[in-house]
Each structure stands twice: as C-alpha cells, then as structure tokens.
C-alpha cells in the first residue's frame, strides 16, 4: 500500500486564517466528542511559549474532497467554549462547496486554543464566576452556592500596564512572562455577564475593560496580532506607524502611547515572526481510487483515529460510531431527547442496577444489537465507519427502536440480577460480550411484541416465558462462556454470534405464537449454551493455581460449587457469613499454607512425584473453599477444626462440626492435618478435587444446577 501521508508546512496565520474565517473555515475537527479540555491559563501559557520562539509542534491533519465531507461528522472550532451549567458554545461557520477541507486529527487543543486567544473580539471561554476565580486568582470561593450561579465571558487581553513595567525592568522584550501581562478581561459591555442581582460584597473575578479604571490600560490580543502584518519586508519603524493608529484608536492617552512604541515596535516584529513561522503537519492524503481500494483506505483511516492518543486518552472505535449516531439520530422518535441523552440515561439505568460500565462499552453492545438486527447479522468493520451508505442507517433505526431495545437490556439485566451474578473481577463473569448476546436476544423476543397486537395477559405472559427461558440458562451462559474461553482477544466468537441471532431474528418473523416464539429462542440460547460443554469442561479439568497468591482463581468455581447441592449451601451460610447485606468472600486454604510448609518439614510424604511439588498440594483447588474475609484473616496458620470451633453457631451447638463438613466435603484429615499423617492430607485433598471438578463437570453440562435461587 501506498504511503497515506504527506509532510507538509503552513505558516501559522494562514492556518488560522482557515480555521476561522468569516466566509466559511476549511479546517474542521472530526465530531468524535473528544472535548476541548485546555483552561484559560494554558491558552496564555501557549501564547507565550510562541512569543518566546518555542515550537508550536506537529499537527495531523487529513485532507478530505467537498463530496467526502458529508459521510464524516464534524464540526468547526469553537468561537466561545461556554463551561456553564447551560453550556452552548458558538462555532466558525463552514464554508460551502467548492472547496477542500483538512481536518484535525490530533492537535486541535492548541489550534483552538490560539482561536480562542487570537481569533477575533467576542472569542474567548465563558465560565462561572467560582470557575474563574479559582483559574486567575487561584482562589477558592467559600460556601456553598448563592441564589444565581453567575458567569462572565472573557477574551484574552493585553495589559499595557503591566507590560511597561515589565519591559522597564529588564529592557529585554523575551524576559518578560507574558502570563502576567496576557489577561481574561471582560470586553462586552451587555452581554460579557450575568445580569442576577448581586450583593454589595461580592467580589469580581474579572477585570472588566469598559471600567474607567481600565481605560487606556487594556487592548484585546486579537487585534494586536490582526496588526501585525505577514510581511517580512516591514521594519519595526513601520510597526510603530501601525501602533500608533491603533492605540490612539483603543483611546490610550498620547503620552502613554509614545512610552509603548519602542518596546510595542519590538513585540510586533516578534508578532510578525510568529505569524510567518511554518507549522510542520502530517497530511492523510486523499483518497485515490488508482492507489488503493476504499476499503483498505477507509480501513487505515480508522486505525489512524483509534491510535491516536491526545491528552493522555486513545480514540476508540466505538466513540466513532456513537458520532454518526449523534449526527444522525432523530430526537421525534425518542421524545426529544438525543441520541448523547439516550445513552447517557441508559447509563445511569444499569448503573443502578449494578452494572457500572463505560458508554464505550454500552455504544459496543448496542451496536451488536444493531448489527443482529439491522445489518444481517455483520459486525461493523473498522472500513464502515467512514462509509455513510453503510453507517448512516444505523442512527435511525436504533433511534426508532430504542424503546424496545433499552426495556430489552433492562430486563435481561434484571434476570441476571435476580441470579445473583454480578460484573466484573470479583464477580462472576466479567465479559460484556456475553450480556450484549443476551441483550440481543431478549430484543428479539421485543421485536416481536412490538409487531403482533397481544392483549396485557399475552403480554405479561411472553415476558415471563422468555424471562424464564433466560433464567434457566444464564448462569451456564455468562460463566461457561468465559470458561469457555469465547472471549478471548483473537477470538471472533461475536461474529458468529451476530450472524446466528440475525438467523433467529429472521425466523422468528414467521413464529405466529408466544408458545412458537419461546420454543425458538430458548433452543437457540440453549445451543450456544450446549456449544460451550466441551470447552468448559476442559477448563474446569485443568484449572489450578500455581502459588499461594493465585488460588483466587479459583473464586468463581467455587462461588458455583457452594451453590450446588441445597444442603451443602445451607452449610456454607455460617462461615460466608451470608447474613451481611454483602460478604466479602476469600478463597480460602482448608489446610493452611504455613501449616503445610511446617508439616511437609517434619514429615516428608512418603511418595515424592518427581513431576509434583508437595507444596503446591495445598493449591489445589480440593483444598479451597470460600471464606468471609474477616474469617479468613482470623483463621490464618490455625486448623479448620480449631477455627470453625470458634464460629458462634458451631460453639453454641446450633450447627453440628461433622455435618458442616461433611456438607462440604471435608473428611477428618483436612478438619485436623496436624494429627494426620502427611500421605493421608494429600490423598484426602486430591479425593475432594476431584470430586469438586465433578460436580462443576455436571454444572457445566446441566446435570446439576444452583439451589440459592
């Protein structure tokens, strides 16, 4: 494949000039929502590390046709970043075709954040007052609130003043620090505030350079830097000319503006030679049907946007694909609300209920939905995300279909749930990919409803079957999946997935009755269910820890194996301590690690495995069960038998030793080791693994299930 890129130079003004201009600017940022994040006090701080001759740095940029704009979401810079809590920033406008365009893929902070300080009059940051407070004067207001939250809009001002006596003092215009000189001023008489009532005490953050006492003090950087003319022929006697005009136009006092001349002169040609400096930036060429294929092209450019890192963070797939769902999300189908607010909302749902996720993860399982759906069953490439005819689509009907696709996950989530299986490392299953198949699923079970005119009995009647369905089954899905192996980096298990479901889907639009639809679905979930038997299976048979600190591997096996037998679980609520509204549970040594070391010292076993460490004996997972933490911190190098003989029930008498162990497997010799001999521990924990590994064998086949729930 052909080189994609080009380097290319720009002098800086006319960079500017393209991102900001009043017939339309040609230089856009791809609407990805990667926020301008830069404060006013970095703006300066740029403004003058240009001013002292320090490097702008490389740009990306990717050159796009006029007939290409349309299938890319973007907008222009902003005019004014508005960080108030009713935020409505204003933007360039864009220039309509013809033209060519190049877009900022990675430096935009400091392309806007130059528009901002230099871009015109009215541009600059509106925040609240507290917020600019603390950034200019690095003061934290105190209490909480008033009444009013009120706000002021600033623009980057220059402070005559304070340059004088800068430039006084030194006599030398590059050791100056032109963060004491560049100021945020308020410069709009009407609108540059808010206009609430305020008290007698209440203190400004701003200066504002309509007062009296500022007049002849303050000129607005933009217009300094309009003023000094790209030309590197002027000399610095022509740009005292020009100043002159200028700040007798701004009414500085005549002889204020003899005072600045000279040193204003300097700063001019400095301003100057900022201006003509070339900015170096890759540019992504584009597209060009005799070097590649618009496949392989739009499959780089993605690649390129997902590998860019800016402000410490990656741009993900995924906040591509949530950018054309806000450019073509439709409000009207949704009850006004955005395609940002949906997801937004959808959120917050899950997180209530538990599953607190990244909307990276979210936008992802929607998407699957989607692509099961809509899409025939084809994940999204990263080559459809530049393609508008494949993309476009996807913003419509999951805005049409939101309702039923938002209960959909809802109630999965709420079957899941009622399992008791919980998200993430310490709970029992820690892929999505699992729960976005499950969401897929249950939507077919909606899409359905949403298509055939049930009565509320039929209704109630659907949900409940399919809500059954779900029941029976999502243990084995979510945790086998996963033991499975099915979500592994490389494995292209969601394709396959994708494309059964969207083979369900069609054939369910022919089911005519809830009874037809329940059979389908449950025999399609129980296939992906039976599928993972072989896989599983060999994980459990070969699960193991290699050391004392990893047996926590062990955590979800047992958390199932505790759960299997009603007698067993009964046993287990003691030393769970299930009575907490949430245990902290530990996988737990029955035989404790520092006891077996002492013990393999003072009697060896007999038989020694050339290919076994005795040690490693007590990791296995026959010698695990799950403890409450506390217990497991109380229990330390002590015996079970001794331990548990501390246990309140177990000392009252409530609960008998013997068949609190015999629940959970637990013979004499692992009750006691010390008094047993080395040779019998072993046999005893390698008799109770293997009965272990069977049980979750038939757990994993469906020959034995939980009897919590």
Same mark, same amino acid.
């Given at each position: ?105 990675? &430096? ?242 899950? *997180? ?136 592994? &980096? ?5 394709? &396959? ?86 245990? =902290?549970?530990?996988?737990?040594? *029955? ?53 548990? =003989? ?14 609190? *162990? ?48």
């Amino acid at each position: 494949m052909a080189n994609i890129y080009k380097e290319k130079t720009e002098e800086l003004h006319q960079l500017l000039d393209r991102a900001r201009s009043a017939d339309g600017a040609t230089v856009l940022i791809p609407d990805l929502q990667r926020p301008y994040v830069w404060t006013p006090n970095q703006v300066s701080l740029l403004v003058d590390s240009l001013i002292r001759g320090w490097p702008f740095g490389t740009l990306l940029m990717w050159k796009v046709g006029q007939s290409d704009i349309q299938n890319i979401p973007h907008r222009q810079f902003w005019r004014v970043v508005d960080r108030t809590s009713d935020a409505a920033s204003s933007v360039v406008t864009r220039k309509d075709p013809p033209a060519a365009y190049h877009m900022v893929l990675d &430096g935009q902070q400091r392309v806007q954040s130059l528009l901002l300080a230099l871009g015109g009059d009215a541009w600059g940051f509106k925040m609240e007052d507290r917020a600019w407070a603390q950034e200019v004067q690095d003061r934290r207001p105190r209490g909480r609130y008033g009444k009013y939250r009120h706000w002021s809009k600033a623009s980057l001002c220059f402070d005559l003043d304070r340059f004088l006596r800068e430039y006084d003092s030194s006599g030398d215009l590059l050791t100056i620090d032109f963060r004491t000189v560049l100021q945020w001023v308020i410069t709009d008489p009407s609108d540059g505030q808010s206009k609430w009532t305020k008290p007698a005490t209440y203190e400004e953050p701003l200066a504002r350079a309509f007062a009296d006492a500022n007049k002849g003090r303050l000129v607005r950087m933009s217009r300094l830097w309009s003023s000094a003319t790209p030309n590197p022929n002027i000399k610095e006697g022509q740009f005292r000319d020009i100043l002159q005009r200028l700040l007798k136009s701004e009414g500085i006092p005549d002889a204020k503006v003899e005072q600045l001349l000279i040193p204003m002169g300097e700063l001019m040609t400095t301003l100057r030679d900022v201006k003509l400096s070339e900015v170096t930036y890759l540019e992504l060429v584009a597209f060009d049907g005799n070097i590649w294929t618009e496949d392989a092209y739009n499959d780089a450019i993605v690649n390129i946007f997902a590998r860019l890192n800016t402000a410490g963070r990656t741009l993900s797939r995924e906040e591509i694909t949530l950018a054309w769902l806000k450019v073509g999300w439709d409000p009207n189908a949704t009850g006004g609300r955005t395609a940002g607010e949906c997801f937004e909302d959808l959120l917050v749902e899950l *997180a209530d209920r538990g599953l607190d996720i990244k909307m990276d993860d979210l936008v992802a399982a929607v998407s699957f939905i989607w692509s099961v759906l809509c899409n025939g069953g084809q994940i999204l490439a990263n080559r459809d995300l530049l393609k508008g005819a494949t993309i476009r689509p996807m913003a419509s009907d999951l805005a049409r279909r939101w309702k039923g696709i938002s209960h959909a996950i809802i109630g999965a989530l709420d079957v899941v749930a009622s399992r008791g299986l919980e998200f993430g490392g310490a709970g029992q299953y820690s892929s999505l990919n699992a729960l976005a198949v499950v969401w897929a699923w249950r939507y077919i079970a909606a899409d359905w409803e949403d298509r055939h005119q049930l009565a509320v009995p039929q209704r109630d009647g659907l949900q409940k079957s399919i809500d059954a369905a779900l029941s029976a089954r999502v243990d084995r899905w979510l945790i086998c999946s996963q033991w499975a192996g099915r979500w592994s &980096g490389s494995s292209p298990a969601m394709g &396959g997935y994708a494309k059964a479901l969207n083979d369900e889907f069609l054939a369910c639009e022919k089911v005519g009755t809830v009874a037809e639809l329940h059979e389908a679905l449950a025999r399609r979930l129980n296939g992906f269910v039976v599928d993972l038997e072989p896989d599983a299976a060999n994980y459990i048979a070969s699960l193991a820890a290699s050391s004392r600190e990893r047996v926590a591997t062990y955590r979800t096996a047992l958390w199932v194996w505790h759960r299997l037998d009603a007698t067993r679980w009964l046993m287990s609520a003691t030393p769970l301590r299930l009575g907490k509204r949430k245990a =902290n549970l530990d996988v737990d040594h *029955a035989v404790a690690f520092a006891l077996w070391e002492t013990k393999l010292k003072t009697e060896p076993p007999s038989h020694v495995d050339d290919e076994a460490d005795p040690v490693h004996v007590v990791n296995m997972l026959g010698n695990c069960s799950l403890l409450e933490k506390a217990f497991n911190i109380s229990k330390g190098r002590h015996t079970l038998a001794w331990f548990m =003989n501390q246990v309140h029930e177990v000392k009252q008498g409530e609960v008998s030793l013997s068949s609190w *162990a015999k629940a959970l497997g637990l013979d004499s010799v692992m009750l006691d080791p010390e008094s047993s001999p080395t040779d019998g521990v072993i046999s005893a924990i390698a008799s109770r693994d293997a009965s272990i590994r069977a049980d979750l064998t038939e757990f994993v086949k469906g020959m034995k299930v939980r009897t919590d729930v």
